[in-house]
C-alpha cells in the first residue's frame, strides 16, 4: 500500500476513497485539495502527540514549545535530565509527566523502536505504542497517521471527526467511538484518506477554524 508522505500521495488516497466510496466525492469538492498536515517522527512527534491529549491546539502547541524550550531539544536523553518541576512549568499535568516518563524509559531501553513501528503493520505498531502506559489507541493512531504516513489509519475517538462525520453524512447524532469505527472500517484500505479528508471538511465548515491534531 502507497503511504501517505506527500501532499501529491494524499490527493490519490482521496481520490481513490471518493471512487470506492462515492459519499466522499462532494466533501472532497468541497475542501479541495487537502494539505498533508505533517509531523515530525520519532520521539519528538510522540511527545507532541502526547502533549495535545485532550486539551485544545493552540494549547498543545504552547506547552510542546516551553517543553522545547526548556530543554534544548527533545530527546529521551534529555527529557531524562529535566525535573518533574520543568516539565510541570511547562504546563504538563501529573498524568503525562507520567506518560512522558514511560516513553523515555521505553526509548533508552530499546523497547520503543518508533522507526521499525512506523514500517509496521498498522494494527501490530498500535498494539506496541499502546503497551506503554499513558498511551491509547487515539495517541498511537494520530502519531502513526501524521508522523508514518500510515494509509490505513482512523482515530474513531476524535471529537471532531465525530463531529465531521455527523456534518458529513445527517447523522441525527454524534456517533460514538466505537459507531464511528465500525463506520471507517467499511472504507479500508483508504481510512487514513477518509480521516484527512473529513478533518478539512470540518475545517471548512468551522470557518478555517484548526482541528486536525497537528
Known amino acids: 500500500?502507497?503511504?501517505?508522505?506527500?501532499?501529491?500521495?494524499?490527493?490519490?488516497?482521496?481520490?481513490?476513497?471518493?471512487?470506492?466510496?462515492?459519499?466522499?466525492?462532494?466533501?472532497?469538492?468541497?475542501?479541495?485539495?487537502?494539505?498533508?498536515?505533517?509531523?515530525?517522527?520519532?520521539?519528538?512527534?510522540?511527545?507532541?502527540?502526547?502533549t495535545g491529549q485532550q486539551i485544545s491546539i493552540a494549547a498543545g502547541r504552547a506547552i510542546y514549545g516551553r517543553l522545547e524550550a526548556a530543554l534544548g531539544g527533545i530527546t529521551p536523553e534529555t527529557l531524562a535530565g529535566a525535573s518533574d518541576d520543568v516539565l510541570r512549568a511547562a504546563g504538563f499535568s501529573a498524568p503525562k509527566i507520567r506518560t512522558l516518563r514511560a516513553l523515555q524509559e521505553a526509548a533508552l531501553s530499546g523497547g520503543l523502536d518508533l522507526a521499525a513501528?512506523?514500517?509496521?503493520?498498522?494494527?501490530?505498531a498500535i498494539e506496541a505504542l499502546c503497551a506503554i502506559k499513558g498511551i491509547g489507541p487515539w495517541t498511537a493512531e494520530v502519531y502513526l497517521l501524521f508522523a508514518a504516513g500510515h494509509p490505513d489509519i482512523f482515530p474513531a475517538a476524535d471529537?471532531?471527526?465525530?463531529?465531521?462525520?455527523?456534518?458529513?453524512?445527517?447523522?441525527?447524532?454524534?456517533?460514538?467511538?466505537?459507531?464511528?469505527?465500525?463506520?471507517s472500517d467499511a472504507w479500508s484500505p483508504w481510512r487514513s484518506a477518509a480521516a484527512r479528508l473529513l478533518w478539512a471538511y470540518y475545517r471548512v465548515k468551522k470557518g478555517g477554524k484548526a482541528v486536525a491534531p497537528v
Open 117 to 124: 513501528l512506523e514500517r509496521a503493520k498498522a494494527g501490530d
Open 159 to 183: 471529537l471532531a471527526l465525530q463531529e465531521a462525520a455527523r456534518l458529513a453524512f445527517a447523522l441525527d447524532a454524534r456517533p460514538a467511538p466505537r459507531d464511528l469505527r465500525a463506520m
Open 1 to 50: 500500500m502507497r503511504f501517505i508522505h506527500s501532499d501529491e500521495d494524499l490527493d490519490w488516497h482521496i481520490g481513490r476513497l471518493a471512487k470506492a466510496h462515492p459519499v466522499f466525492a462532494p466533501l472532497a469538492a468541497e475542501t479541495g485539495s487537502v494539505p498533508i498536515r505533517w509531523l515530525d517522527g520519532g520521539f519528538k512527534g510522540l511527545v507532541f502527540v502526547v
